[in-house]
């Protein structure tokens, strides 16, 4: 039989490395979609394209785009078949306030796109007000006013000049769940199981501070002794060893702990979970809440990409202030800072497993955050009018759209505990209970879309909304299993009442986090009901998965086929052009030689 020279005929597996986690390990062939498309008999048609543009990242990549180089921009997404471009517009970030060329970036934006015969919808994160930076030492200024967040974990670089204005309206932590006003009394390691250990008191060492950094060794009283109790584990209690350090005597203001164990190599078998590898005991007795530290910050990274990076530095307003810069700039100063800095950015799940004397070190910091920042709470009516400025923002520039999306960086491993501001208890009448603090949560989002589609169809401009997989099914990534959500806690997400009352078209996003199976649901599931409404369904393609430019040639070859075949899917979103586009050699705005143009060319639009 003769070989066919099609790419994707002629695949009859692919390696489960390739697509991560969306459509990984399942043949083209063999495709759910490709076999549902195929059983309806419905004719191929070229659907459409589109692409998403998150600018600061193309600006990490390259520099400032001057008014040609936008002309280039978008003469390339033409050249592809793009029909509209989705210009992701934050405010976190400078380039709004006093762009470097000069001129209004999104205006221009529009204009260019306009000038291609491309559409340009403004995209805005509702939900990402900041909070996911890199957090600073405590020692660092933070004037009042300040343009970032400040809570008991560092100081956050990132925030839109709203929410460090009102860090309150952020999600707030159910009432008591977090609070530390005790001084520490004891200190207990956790083994996950009762066998031997090899971590011994001459091991381990106390260091204490009232801030996440400079940290001093205890040397007050202690007393240790070595136990084998029982301790709460999943799904069954178990028989753990646990090492005590009693009758502490640590200043009350010195809530970061920070254990240091001299075993620090591969060999480790002091293992439990980050939830659970230390309790923190004060007088009453009761275990302390507390959150964990990744690590030790380097100093010269900070340096490198944040405090002599001119191109962030001119982005993020929190290194622009005089009283930052005068410590940056003296190198004594910020290693004072930096001496024993550990941020408590937490990313990981509490049931990421850790090691003590594999890692060398637990830092916890007692207590949790009373507000989870960046993520502000839409039961404020101000956070509601926060956001509906930025979309006035766009529609002033003569964007053609707006594009909501509700995924966000700003996590939390406690996420569950979030939402639980004194409005939202107020409308409940007190309960506490998931289901009322999440329909009171959702009604306010929803009453935000519902007033933004006032405002959008006033001026006669379309709205989009996405549907997130996460509003589904949790994250079934297998070598990612302990990532936090990216969908703000404890909100009933109302997608059916949006795709039928709101919404001009759909986006899904998420495919990245899905098992096929999962994913084949998630599509069905959504699908079914924009296409009952009469509402376009878009796709957004995945950059988070691929291993390799050829994993990357497989991935596309994958999601083109699946949204050509599967009939309730309307278009592809090319997410994101920093993946694909670059200043070449000539200064110029090109498409990368890899695959990306002839791909979408020769399998999408034929």
Known sequence: MKKSNNPISRRSFITKSIYGTGLAAMSITANPFVKAAHAQ??????????????????LFNESFMDLEQLDQFHECLASLGVTRHQWIVDTIWTIYDNYPHGFDLLA??????????????????????????????????????????KDMRGIDLLARPFAARHPEMSMKRRPGSGDFKLPIKAIRLVKRDDSPTRVKPEHLSIWTSATNNRFTEYTGPVSFRESVEWRKGFPKWKQCRILHFEDLQIPQDHRYILIRSSLADK???????????????????????????????????????????????????Y?????????????????????????????YKVTKSLTLDREGFIAAACGRPEHMLGNLNPIYPEVRDHWMELVHFCLDRGVDGINFRMANHTRSPEYWEYGYN?????????????????????????????????????????LTLHLHAGMLFPDDRQDNKNSLPSLPPNIEWQWQKWVNE??????????????????????????????????????????????SDEGRKQLKLEE????????????????ETANFTYKDENNRIALKPDFMGEIIKEHYQN
Not at 41 to 58: G, M
Request: charged share 25%; hydrophobic share 35%; aromatic share 14%.
């Open 267 to 317: 060999k480790g078998d002091f293992t439990n979970e980050k939830g659970k590898i230390i309790e923190i005991i004060g007088a009453d007795g009761k275990i302390i809440p507390y959150g964990l530290s990744r690590g030790p910050a380097d100093l010269d990274y900070y340096t490198r990409v944040f405090f002599q990076n001119k191109m962030r530095t001119q982005l993020i307003r």
């Open 502 to 547: 709101i919404a001009d078209d759909l986006e899904f996003r998420g495919s990245f986090k899905l098992q096929p199976w999962n994913l084949q649901k998630a599509l069905d599931i959504f699908s079914a009901v924009t296409q009952a409404a009469n509402k376009p369904f878009y796709f957004q393609s995945d950059f988070h998965s691929y291993p």
């Open 560 to 575: 083109i086929e699946l949204v050509k075949k599967y009939p309730r899917i309307d278009g592809f979103v090319l997410y």
């Open 422 to 462: 004194e409005p939202v208890l107020k409308a409940t009448g007190g309960k506490l209970d998931y289901t009322s603090i999440n329909k009171v949560n959702g009604d306010a989002y929803t009453k935000f879309l519902q007033d933004a589609k006032t405002v959008i169809k006033a001026r006669g401009k379309g």
């Open 108 to 149: 221009e934006v529009v204009k260019s796109a306009h000038r291609h015969g491309i559409e340009l919808y403004g995209e805005i994160k509702t939900f990402e007000d900041g909070g996911f930076g890199a957090l600073l030492p405590l020692t660092m200024p933070f004037p009042q006013g300040a343009v970032a967040l």
């Open 41 to 58: 008999n419905k004719p191929e048609t070229i659907k459409k394209l589109f692409a998403t543009t998150d600018y600061t990242d193309n």
């Open 319 to 347: 290194l622009q202030l005089p009283e930052v810069q005068k410590e940056i700039i003296d190198p004594e100063k910020m290693k004072w800072h930096f001496q024993d800095f550990y941020p408590f950015d937490e990313f």
